[in-house]
């Protein structure tokens, strides 16, 4: 959030002159209700009688309170602005209150102003006001350890060792010219229907954190065999196919053993047949867990797996259930290794600005699927919760968030409908537009929750987390044709070229074909900060400090 | 059969309806501007020009490629980008780590499941359990 507030020279004078003496003593006027009701801030001095303006006794108009002395006046008209009057009578007296919207009004400079102490009167006032009684979930708590995520200097080292060996010189943000092309970039070889597959294959090599791993030799294959009674390591097998796709060899390769051991350990699953990405995805990061997981978690750090599946993708949900009657909220979390998203096909007119664009053109779009994820979603009569304020049962609002983003942020797009009335699956084929570069502020759990409040100035929970929210598309996973018989292919972005992998097929190709096409899976890894949309500054990737989480593009000669 | 009377008071009527209408459509309009206000002034919105920039360039996108002469979709592959061409059915030949028996890569699925018992009489019973399964919840 924008820190940069100037506050107008007649708010200055006054919190020189009078501090924050006025704001507290307006405090209790302040009306909290439910935070989804529009009448959220309201102020009320009196309950028995209806306010009214102090020269001509109208309730008519919009009313403001006078910070200095608490008088209160209407403004009705330009014609009749005793608001303004009352500023002119007594000098120094520019500072006022909106009565229905708690808002700082200054007369002289005829313009809303703002104010951190005040938002913060009025949000304690609001949150005592409704039955939390304690700030949890709303306040942010000063948190001084930085988590470290995992990535230390051997990793940083093992990298470089891994791009001297990749063969080639780092160009330094320049496009690499066409004769060379990205370590990494190989073909896969079809083996029945198993596209799907390939295309999540595909995104899993190149994702940062994942690649960098693997390549820098952490999961170690031979003390990995000699420990496990069962033999049984999908982590292994994916280590077999990094290495041989990043060998430098460019014929296409058959990951005919990973599918082996797959099917070995994803029963379920096994079976030759086209089968969706998405749950295979779901079932690689699984298998991953199962067996990196008991073996790294001894010792839980706050319950955070660090297996690498969970490194890369895990992020943290936060589900908000408020009572529509009292305004208690109940907050749950939960981990999360991606964002299955609604495909949103209405278009909100009264959303935020970008809404309308979208009606405009008449485009979906994937943040639009976004909103729709964090928008608050009022539970049907027939799912009544209990309130523990009330005790008893209301009608609520529940609301997502994200509590902690992942490194690397997986959406999958809900394509596939299943309707049990009709006992009919179909495909949603429509277009849906998605940015490559992704700022995911608007969905984090501390906007969500500043916004519930009207977006006022305060620490809300999760303001403190440094971690950047800036994400940058890796690959797109799109599938195409129909839903018993269709194709997916991965389109990679490496140093800012774009590459479709079609099974053993890899081309390039333009920025538009991959902006047209349509996803199925996309694939953002997280900017570091300081990194502005797309510069790709491989050289400062590389001299940046190492606690800072720095993955590199390695690009290199073939 | 309007008497005097009742039109005055239909047009009274009228009048504090239309003045509750301006005063609610005032309050509201009020609400928007102050909420909007605030949003831009603290900054909340500062994305709104790269995200039209990106719903520029996609609509950009999909044009250029609506035009039939530019059909990515349907151009078939001549040679990727390392020079190379591949059949349409992969045809690299290994061993398969389950019976030891030598497979064409693009046949192996369709082999393994056969060899691994997986076959599709397996499988329909797995369906039907758990479709019943679903049914029953």
Redesign the interface.
């Known amino acids: 959030?924008?820190t940069?507030?100037n506050p107008c020279k007649h708010l200055s004078d006054y919190k020189l002159r009078y501090g924050i003496k006025g704001f507290n003593s307006i405090q209790k006027w302040i009306k909290s209700s439910s935070p989804y009701s529009?009448s959220k801030t309201q102020m009320e001095r009196s309950k028995s009688e209806i306010p009214r303006c102090g020269f001509c006794c109208g309730y008519?108009g919009?009313l403001y309170i006078c910070l200095i002395c608490s008088s209160m006046s209407c403004s009705l008209s330009s014609e009749s602005n005793h608001a303004l009057l009352h500023t002119q009578n007594q000098i120094g007296h520019e500072i006022a209150v909106?009565l229905?919207?708690s808002?700082l009004y200054c007369f002289s400079c005829s313009d809303?102003v703002?104010d951190p102490d005040f938002d913060k009167a009025v949000m304690t006032e609001q949150v005592l006001g409704l039955g939390n009684g304690n700030l949890d979930g709303i306040v942010g708590r000063s948190n001084g350890k930085r988590k470290r995520l995992g990535f230390e200097g051997s990793d940083f080292k093992n990298l470089k060792r891994v791009v001297v060996v990749g063969g080639g010189e780092l160009d330094h943000g320049r496009r690499i010219s066409k004769s060379c092309?990205p370590v990494g970039?190989r073909?896969l070889?079809?083996?029945?229907?198993?596209c799907f597959m390939n295309s999540v294959l595909q995104a899993l090599l190149h994702a940062p954190p994942f690649r960098n791993y693997f390549l820098g030799g952490r999961h170690d294959r031979d003390s990995c065999r000699k420990g496990s009674a069962d033999r049984l390591c999908l982590s292994c097998d994916i280590d077999v196919v990094f290495s041989a796709v990043f060998s430098g060899d460019?014929?296409?390769y058959?990951p005919?053993?990973f599918?082996?051991s797959w099917?070995?350990l994803s029963e379920?699953l096994?079976?030759?047949e086209q089968q969706d990405a998405h749950e295979f995805f779901m079932s690689v990061l699984d298998r991953i867990h199962e067996k990196e997981g008991k073996t790294r978690n001894t010792n839980k750090d706050n319950g955070d797996c660090h297996c690498v599946a969970h490194r890369a993708f895990s992020g943290l949900l936060r589900s908000d259930v408020t009572c529509t009657t009292c305004g208690f909220t109940s907050t749950t979390y939960d981990p999360c290794v991606d964002i299955s998203l609604d495909f949103n096909t209405t278009v909100d007119h009264f959303a935020?600005?970008?809404a309308q664009?979208?009606t405009e053109?008449g485009?979906s779009?994937l943040?639009s699927c976004l909103d729709l994820f964090t928008r608050p979603e009022k539970l049907g009569s027939d799912q009544k919760l209990f309130c523990q304020n009330c005790q008893e049962r209301h009608e609520s609002v529940k609301q997502m968030s994200i509590r902690r983003l992942p490194l690397v942020l997986c959406l999958h797009v809900k394509r596939f409908e299943h309707s049990l009335a009709r006992k009919a699956s179909r495909k949603i084929d429509r277009?849906l537009?998605?940015?490559?570069?992704l700022?995911m502020?608007p969905y984090v759990s501390s906007?969500i929750v500043r916004k519930r409040f009207?977006?006022r100035?305060f620490a809300f929970e999760g303001d403190e987390s440094e971690i950047s929210t800036n994400f940058e598309v890796f690959a797109v996973i799109t599938h195409?044709g129909m839903l018993e018989s269709g194709h997916y292919m991965t389109y990679l972005r490496l140093n800012e070229q774009w590459?479709k992998c079609?099974?053993?097929?890899?081309?390039?190709?333009d920025?538009?074909?991959v902006?047209?096409s349509q996803i199925y899976l996309a694939f953002y890894v997280q900017k570091p900060n300081g990194h502005k949309?797309g510069e790709d500054n491989v050289s400062c990737h590389l001299r940046s400090s190492v606690s800072s989480d720095s993955f590199v593009s390695i690009a290199g000669c073939? | 059969m309007s008497a005097p009377d009742d039109d005055n008071k239909s047009s009274s009527h009228t009048q504090l309806a239309s003045h509750f209408f301006s005063?609610l459509l005032d309050?509201v309009i009020?609400?928007v501007a102050?909420?909007s206000?605030?949003?831009a002034?603290?900054?909340?919105?500062?994305?709104?020009d790269?995200?039209?920039e990106?719903?520029r360039?996609?609509?950009?996108?999909?044009a250029?490629?609506a035009d039939p002469s530019n059909s990515?979709?349907n151009s078939k592959?001549v040679v990727?980008?390392?020079g190379?061409t591949?059949p349409p059915v992969?045809s690299?030949i290994?061993d398969?780590?389950?019976c030891g028996r030598s497979i064409v890569?693009?046949?192996?699925?369709?082999?393994?499941?056969k060899c691994?018992g997986?076959g599709?009489k397996a499988?329909v019973k797995?369906t039907r359990s758990s479709t019943a399964a679903a049914q029953n919840r």
């Not at chain 2, 002034?41 to 709104?48: F, H, K, M, S, V």
């Open positions: 959030m924008s940069s507030l529009r008519e919009r909106d229905q919207r808002e809303q703002y092309f970039l073909g070889n079809n083996l029945g229907n198993t460019r014929a296409p058959s005919a053993r599918l082996y099917w070995r379920n096994a079976c030759y935020a600005n970008k664009k979208s053109t485009v779009t943040t277009h537009q998605f940015p490559f570069s700022d502020t906007s009207g977006n100035i195409s590459y079609d099974d053993a097929w890899i081309t390039e190709v920025d538009e074909v902006r047209a949309t073939c | 005063e309050s009020m609400d102050s909420e206000h605030r949003i002034r603290l900054g909340l919105d500062r994305n709104l790269d995200e039209e990106e719903l360039l996609s609509a950009q996108a999909r250029r490629l990515e979709a592959y990727d980008i390392f190379q591949h992969a690299e290994f398969c780590m389950n890569a693009g046949r192996f699925a369709p082999h393994l499941e691994m997986k599709r499988r797995a």
